[in-house]
């Protein structure tokens, strides 16, 4: 069975990006596309002491018609793709990260409807990116205009030098080379200057990837920068972010670390988040 991408859809027009970026993967790809609604948030609503309202109805006729709206857009840009729509009352973090098994990836917007719904769908990107067992990416703004006509595609693979991540330098390396994007690999650290040795690092943590992709074109860059500042400074300038996802230091409430989230809040382009399998 082939694994489908899975968008998160709540009828923002993030959401639709979302559906954008993932309609035109699935396309590359061959693969089919499955477009998730949670309604659990509108379902009910508490009136005052022991007096709840159940909005479910009314709810499931508002998901079909956003799922409807968010299928067309997605053949518009894939007629050949099959695009399945699932409407659940689940919660919306859970509802995407318990199909993540069965998912090649998952693609959600970085902001909501406004004011709540906007503070929720950054919840559930977090939650999603921090939780989700395949690869998760949060699409911040699209690259169209940014960049000066001089600059080529390029996708940003951030290499953690005391655990390189071959998970993320996999998906990276595929990624440019199934779009014919040039990759650069960047490796910051905070400590004392050695740029022999970071770049050693580096060099390293590619080893075999390069002869892997030979038609990859690959950059190297190493600084004596905080990573996460790094990375999200350069994000203007590239069409995709790739890092993996940093759950060594998880905690109840902060399943991802400081870069990750970094990115999730500033970059300005869309992110992958890849878990080491």
Same mark, same amino acid.
């Given at each position: 069975?082939?694994?489908?991408?899975? /968008?998160? *859809?709540?009828?923002?027009?993030?959401?639709?990006?979302? !559906?954008?970026? &993932? =309609?035109?993967?699935?396309?590359?790809?061959?693969?089919?596309?499955?477009?998730?609604?949670?309604?659990?948030?509108?379902? /009910?609503?508490?009136?005052? #002491?022991?007096?709840? /309202?159940?909005?479910?109805?009314?709810?499931?006729?508002?998901?079909?018609?956003?799922?409807?709206? =968010?299928?067309?857009? &997605?053949?518009?840009?894939?007629?050949?793709?099959? *695009?399945?729509?699932?409407?659940?009352?689940?919660?919306?973090?859970?509802?995407?990260?318990?199909?993540?098994?069965?998912?090649?990836?998952?693609?959600?917007?970085?902001?909501?409807?406004?004011?709540?719904?906007?503070?929720?769908?950054?919840?559930?990107?977090?939650?999603?990116?921090?939780?989700?067992?395949?690869?998760? !990416?949060? *699409?911040?703004?699209?690259?169209?205009?940014?960049?000066?006509?001089?600059?080529? $595609?390029?996708?940003?693979?951030?290499?953690?030098?005391?655990? $390189?991540?071959?998970?993320s330098i996999e998906y990276?390396?595929?990624?440019?080379?199934?779009?014919?994007?040039?990759?650069?690999?960047?490796?910051?650290?905070?400590?004392? #200057?050695d740029e022999g040795d970071?770049?050693?690092?580096?060099?390293?943590?590619?080893?075999?990837?390069?002869?892997?992709?030979?038609?990859?074109?690959?950059? +190297?860059?190493?600084?004596?920068?905080?990573?996460?500042? +790094?990375? !999200?400074? +350069?994000?203007?300038?590239?069409? +995709? /972010? %790739?890092?993996?996802?940093?759950?060594?230091?998880?905690?109840?409430?902060? =399943?991802?670390?400081? !870069?990750?989230?970094?990115?999730?809040?500033?970059s300005a382009c869309p992110? &992958? %988040?890849? $878990?080491?399998?």
């Amino acid at each position: 069975m082939t694994k489908p991408i899975i /968008v998160g *859809v709540d009828g923002s027009a993030s959401s639709l990006e979302a !559906v954008e970026w &993932a =309609a035109e993967k699935a396309g590359g790809l061959g693969v089919p596309l499955t477009l998730v609604y949670s309604w659990f948030s509108t379902s /009910v609503a508490a009136m005052g #002491p022991g007096v709840v /309202v159940d909005y479910s109805d009314n709810a499931k006729a508002s998901a079909e018609g956003i799922l409807a709206g =968010a299928k067309s857009r &997605a053949q518009a840009i894939a007629p050949q793709v099959t *695009v399945d729509v699932v409407s659940t009352p689940e919660p919306p973090g859970p509802a995407l990260v318990d199909r993540s098994d069965d998912a090649r990836e998952i693609a959600v917007g970085s902001r909501g409807l406004g004011g709540f719904a906007s503070m929720l769908l950054g919840s559930v990107g977090l939650y999603v990116a921090g939780h989700a067992t395949c690869p998760v !990416v949060v *699409v911040r703004g699209m690259a169209d205009g940014r960049k000066g006509p001089e600059e080529l $595609p390029k996708i940003l693979l951030g290499v953690d030098g005391s655990k $390189p991540d071959a998970a993320s330098i996999e998906y990276a390396f595929e990624e440019a080379s199934r779009r014919g994007w040039h990759l650069e690999a960047v490796h910051a650290w905070t400590g004392a #200057p050695d740029e022999g040795d970071e770049e050693r690092v580096l060099s390293e943590a590619l080893a075999g990837w390069r002869e892997k992709y030979p038609d990859v074109q690959v950059y +190297l860059r190493i600084a004596q920068e905080a990573p996460h500042r +790094l990375l !999200v400074d +350069l994000s203007p300038h590239v069409d +995709l /972010v %790739v890092v993996g996802a940093d759950r060594r230091n998880a905690t109840k409430f902060l =399943a991802l670390g400081h !870069v990750n989230h970094a990115l999730l809040h500033h970059s300005a382009c869309p992110i &992958a %988040v890849v $878990p080491e399998i």
